[in-house]
């Protein structure tokens, strides 16, 4: 985060989502797969890791940055706060899509390309 | 021969470490090595060194690249924005100087501006609590030397304040707290096995967004109430366990963080922590303290607060300071399209913000003021690079707590490089000159 976020390594620590091994088992995808993140608020691909803080069955999680982002709900509900946390999602393979860098992502969703 | 620059302040986390020592190169320009500071503070001392670091602004071309352009003309297109702009947003704050902030608010004044730090999307529901129910806190100092019962609620330091358990809350003997974290007991709510769930005596690993419940459930325990057999997946007997444990302490605190102020309910969790916390002082002494993300976004409430009254969201355009969050806070206006220019400073919300914010910002005349490249900075119509305080330009800063802590200057910015002071300082007197003394 402090390394510079146009760099790899930020896309390496954020651009993924943290699934429990029995949820990716469930999905059929193997660990380091691509995969499609929707909502009802939008879509991104990231890359699908096994949990590093986990077992937590159902529950995924992406870290904050432009990725998550794309799919969280931004509604504040009158405090100011978007709900950042708590977002339903489905989880769908896209092995042949890449994952975007955080300038790209944002500079393609803003031109409304992605 | 390289010199070393002891009691350095380290300018990332809240935290605001105040003893790192930094190995100079003899000219005072090159940062050779970092001592004491966590991984990610040592990365943003030595980024301040990379080569491919921006040193001229930026002004967004119509097919999307970036023309270098003199900070002369960076400083007329910003008060130009403001000139123009009928109500401009001004957002960031929390990774720059006190010094700075207050300049800022001098130009959102007379540009009838709104100002909005960081903590709209972080600790802003904590500050409608806090003005809720109040807040009873101590400063970190106290808890190294006396808190016995430490709870982190919906925070997870070992990677977000990774200096905060061992200088101050978990394992540093203080003088009644001789025996360190032996001394400690130490309770973790997160739904996740988080690493600072994995060091915890109990871990609560509640069902995601049943924050409130469990507050309450541990208010309930408190006055020996009946409670139901599990409470957001936690069963009773834990809890009760738990409550006892608090009780027995000699002095405790509540550790919040996003996990409580992002999550449905919101400012409600946190009243209710705040609620839980005095009734824990019917039997023992017990604190609460907000896990301050940025070093300096505490300051900023600060300066806010002095200056105009409230801590974020501040609404100059009318003339005078009005505060309404849900209405005057950033991701409101954005969804709502009620600002016509933005201007950022320390900080991204770019990669902070809902995609759908972020949208609205790139549509609009944008200034981004940031010594790194950012989502922000590559949406923004101009960016401007600045010296990064705490490495290259001292201030003031306020930690976490609430302690101000002056920030110190180890090497010299890159030549020509102008800091967030003197590019706002004139940014604020190109402003005068363009409304010709009229406010």
Redesign the interface.
């Given at each position: 985060m402090e390394g510079g976020k146009e760099k790899d390594a930020y896309t390496k620590a954020c651009g993924i989502i943290e699934m429990d091994p029995s949820d990716l088992k469930k999905l059929g995808a193997w660990r380091g797969t691509n995969v499609r993140v929707t909502s009802k608020y939008g879509e991104v691909v990231v890359k699908a890791v096994e949990a590093t803080q986990g077992p937590h069955p159902g529950l995924a999680y992406i870290p904050m940055g432009p990725w998550a982002n794309s799919v969280v709900n931004p509604n504040t509900y009158s405090t100011g706060m978007p709900t950042f946390k708590g977002t339903p999602v489905e989880v769908e393979i896209a092995m042949n899509e890449p994952v975007l860098s955080s300038v790209h992502l944002v500079q393609k969703k803003c031109r409304g390309e992605a | 021969m390289s010199k070393s620059v002891t009691d350095v302040i380290c300018p990332?986390c809240g935290t605001l470490c105040d003893d790192l020592e930094v190995i100079v190169s003899d000219d005072g320009k090159k940062i050779e090595d970092i001592y004491n500071a966590c991984a990610?503070?040592a990365?943003?001392f030595?980024?301040a060194q990379?080569a491919d670091r921006v040193k001229k602004p930026r002004m967004q071309q119509p097919d999307?690249t970036y023309k270098e352009v003199s900070y002369d003309e960076a400083v007329d297109y910003t008060a130009k924005m403001f000139h123009k702009a009928r109500k401009p947003l001004m957002y960031g704050w929390s990774s720059t100087s006190c010094e700075a902030q207050s300049i800022g608010h001098e130009i959102a004044e007379k540009a009838g501006a709104i100002v909005d730090n960081t903590a709209?999307?972080c600790h802003?529901?904590t500050l409608?609590a806090v003005q809720d129910v109040g807040i009873p806190s101590c400063t970190l100092g106290e808890i190294k030397n006396r808190a016995d019962r430490i709870i982190f609620w919906g925070c997870n330091p070992c990677h977000a304040h990774p200096r905060h358990q061992s200088r101050y809350s978990i394992f540093p003997r203080g003088y009644f707290t001789n025996k360190g974290h032996k001394n400690r007991k130490m309770i973790v709510v997160d739904?996740?096995?988080?690493?600072t769930?994995?060091m915890a005596d109990y871990h609560f690993?509640l069902e995601?967004?049943r924050d409130y419940e469990l507050l309450s459930a541990l208010r309930v325990a408190l006055r020996n109430e009946p409670l139901p057999e599990t409470v957001a997946g936690i069963p009773r007997e834990k809890i009760i366990e738990v409550a006892e444990v608090l009780k027995s302490g000699r002095f405790g605190i509540i550790f919040f963080g996003?996990?409580v102020?992002?999550?449905?309910s919101?400012?409600h969790n946190i009243d209710n922590a705040i609620m839980l916390t005095k009734d824990l002082n019917e039997f023992t002494k017990f604190s609460i303290m907000a896990m301050r993300g940025h070093y300096n976004v505490t300051g900023s409430g600060q300066v806010l607060g002095w200056q105009f009254g409230f801590p974020?969201?501040v609404d100059l355009s009318r003339g005078f300071a009005r505060y309404n969050?849900?209405?005057?806070?950033?991701?409101?206006l954005l969804?709502r399209d009620e600002v016509d220019a933005i201007f950022v400073l320390g900080s991204?919300p770019?990669?902070?913000?809902?995609?759908?914010?972020?949208?609205k910002i790139?549509?609009l005349p944008s200034v981004c003021v940031d010594p790194?490249?950012?989502?922000t900075s590559?949406?923004s119509k101009l960016h401007v690079p600045v010296a990064f305080v705490g490495v290259e330009v001292g201030g003031n800063c306020y930690r976490m707590d609430n302690v101000p802590i002056e920030a110190r200057k180890v090497v010299d910015p890159p030549e020509g490089m102008l800091t967030d002071v003197e590019f706002l300082d004139r940014v604020n007197k190109r402003l005068d000159q363009l409304m010709g003394g009229k406010k």
């Open positions: - | 990332f990610i503070g990365e943003k030595m980024h990379a999307g709209t999307v802003g529901t409608i739904p996740r096995d988080s690493d769930a994995k690993k995601q967004g996003m996990g102020t992002q999550t449905l919101k400012n974020y969201a969050p849900g209405e005057t806070t950033s991701n409101d969804r991204d770019g990669a902070h913000f809902p995609i759908s914010s972020v949208r790139a549509k790194h490249i950012t989502p590559e949406i």
